[in-house]
Structure formats: C-alpha cells, structure tokens
C-alpha cells in the first residue's frame, strides 16, 4: 500500500466534494466570482472521481508501482503551473498553496518509492 497515494485521495475527494456541494466556500478561498458555474461542480465531481482512483492505486500497493512514478511526475509539476499562473496574474497567489500541497504529496510518494527501491518500469 502506498499511504501517501491514499491520502492524496482522500485530499482529493474532500476537495471535490467541497466543488461539488459547497463551491462558494472553494471559490471563496481561491477568490474567484464564477458561482453559480456548473463547471465548478463539473470540476467537483471530476476531483471526486480521480480521488476515487487514487485511493483504489494506494490500496493496490505494489501492483501500482508505475502510477505511482507518474503521479510524481506529474504532482511535481503543479507548483511550476500554478506559480506561473500567479505570476503572470491569471490566478491569484493563493493558488501557489494547492500547488505547495502537490508538491508535498509527491515528495512524500518519491521518498516511499525510493525507500521500498521500486523503479518505474519503461511502460
């Protein structure tokens, strides 16, 4: 089992369930004025799915080794998206932190792969 696969998906839900049920109090926190978008419940459910996903990969343990890789690869990236969108003022700064929050996530998966030795494999 990967924990930090796993608990990534559960952020995931809770954060979609919140776009899903809630998005006044996400977009609050970003600070964007787009309630009453059904995208942003669009966007939830989608979060909710992937979370979904993420918890199933965290379960499966070692069967999931290369999704795990990918989602390093991948999470580490956020941080460069969002800063870019807060520097060229297409976001506003507070989305950095979801980006810290990826970014701490795929730490914590490369340092279990690299404790457990699973290299990803070339598929």
């Given at each position: 089992m990967s924990k930090s696969v796993?608990?990534?998906?559960?952020?995931?839900i809770i954060t979609g369930l919140f776009m899903l049920l809630f998005p006044d109090v996400i977009l609050g926190i970003i600070g964007l004025d787009i309630?009453?978008?059904?995208?942003?419940?669009?966007?939830?459910?989608m979060l909710v799915f992937y979370g979904y996903?993420?918890?199933?990969?965290?379960?499966a343990g070692s069967k999931m080794t290369s999704f795990y890789w990918w989602t390093v690869h991948t999470r580490f990236s956020a941080i460069?998206?969002?800063s870019s969108l807060a520097l060229f003022h297409l976001a506003p700064?507070?989305?950095i932190a979801f980006g810290v929050i990826e970014?701490?996530?795929a730490t914590w998966t490369l340092i279990?792969?690299?404790?457990?030795?699973?290299?990803?494999?070339n598929n």
């Amino acid at each position: 089992m990967s924990k930090s696969v796993f608990f990534f998906g559960i952020y995931i839900i809770i954060t979609g369930l919140f776009m899903l049920l809630f998005p006044d109090v996400i977009l609050g926190i970003i600070g964007l004025d787009i309630s009453g978008s059904v995208v942003v419940r669009l966007l939830g459910m989608m979060l909710v799915f992937y979370g979904y996903y993420y918890i199933r990969a965290g379960i499966a343990g070692s069967k999931m080794t290369s999704f795990y890789w990918w989602t390093v690869h991948t999470r580490f990236s956020a941080i460069i998206i969002l800063s870019s969108l807060a520097l060229f003022h297409l976001a506003p700064p507070v989305v950095i932190a979801f980006g810290v929050i990826e970014m701490l996530g795929a730490t914590w998966t490369l340092i279990e792969l690299r404790l457990s030795r699973k290299m990803p494999e070339n598929n």
